[in-house]
């Protein structure tokens, strides 16, 4: 199967949803997946897709104009207290643009809760045919593939899927044999990316590197080709934000550069 690539949001989180697709479809990507769920973080853009309807359907029409697909939308969170009706709206306007899946993080220390709110949103996601796909971060309380496994088979939820990111998969140091053993079924799409040197011990390292500092894939440390083939055939969405290369090549040619590494290497693969 020919692969198949988005671009994801965090790559150019400075450009609005409709900017982001025109310049994913000017490189060569697939899909595009788009973060219309705040995380709060500083300085971080805000793009409420399911509030601003003027940016809604600037965004539906370059979908439509350019025929690319939104593969996901991120990140609904799952801490303590949080009501996941909240994340209805998002639901919707994802539903309404053809998306189809939902990055689903964990930031509670309390199984028995992440296990109930996630299952009450793959029951909410089940009439907007979505997926809520969990992925492990390594400076979040749910960081480590047993620990997402753990969750995914309490909820027992044909919705709920496993994300598989490789800079967070590296770095928590996750036994390859265990990703091959695990259910094809759960795994709808995943993050790619690179990075090289020694996982840092500083929580706000581990953050630098994932939002500022990814390398193109093939530049790294990371087994890129091990990790892919432990996995069945999906898209792959390219998230390597990097702040400098950014500013160096400009958002253009950074894109580019990105789809031609991933091009590079399932070629090499395949």
């Not at 949080?82 to 309404?96: G, K, N, R, S």
């Not at 939902?102 to 089940?126: G, I, P, S, W």
């Not at 011990?201 to 890129?224: C, N, V």
């Amino acid at each position: 199967m020919k692969p198949r690539f988005s671009l994801a949001h965090l790559t150019v989180l400075h450009y609005s949803p409709p900017k982001m697709i025109e310049l994913a479809a000017r490189a060569g990507f697939d899909y595009v997946s788009l973060r219309p769920i705040a995380l709060g973080t500083k300085n971080e853009p805000v793009y409420p897709l399911a509030t601003d309807r003027t940016l809604f359907n600037n965004t539906k029409q370059a979908l439509q104009s350019t025929g690319l697909k939104l593969l996901d939308i991120e990140m609904v969170r799952i801490y303590e207290g949080v009501d996941v009706t909240h994340y209805l709206p998002a639901f919707e306007i994802a539903a309404e643009l053809g998306c189809n899946h939902v990055l689903t993080t964990v930031q509670t220390t309390d199984e028995d809760f992440a296990v109930e709110a996630l299952h009450t949103l793959c029951e909410l996601a089940k009439p907007f045919n979505l997926t809520l796909d969990v992925e492990f971060i390594t400076w979040y309380e749910l960081g480590t593939l047993t620990q997402a496994e753990s969750v995914i088979r309490k909820v027992n939820h044909e919705r709920c899927g496993l994300l598989i990111d490789t800079l967070h998969f590296h770095r928590s140091h996750t036994n390859y044999d265990h990703l091959a053993s695990l259910p094809k079924e759960w795994f709808h799409y995943a993050h790619l990316c690179d990075t090289r040197g020694p996982t840092p011990t500083i929580k706000e390292d581990l953050i630098y590197t994932a939002r500022e500092d990814r390398l193109f894939l093939g530049q790294g440390d990371i087994p890129l080709q091990k990790i892919i083939q432990s996995l069945p055939d999906i898209p792959y969405s390219l998230e390597i934000p990097n702040k400098q290369r950014m500013h160096e090549l400009g958002a253009e040619l950074y894109v580019k550069q990105c789809l031609e590494s991933a091009h590079q290497l399932f070629n090499e693969i395949l």
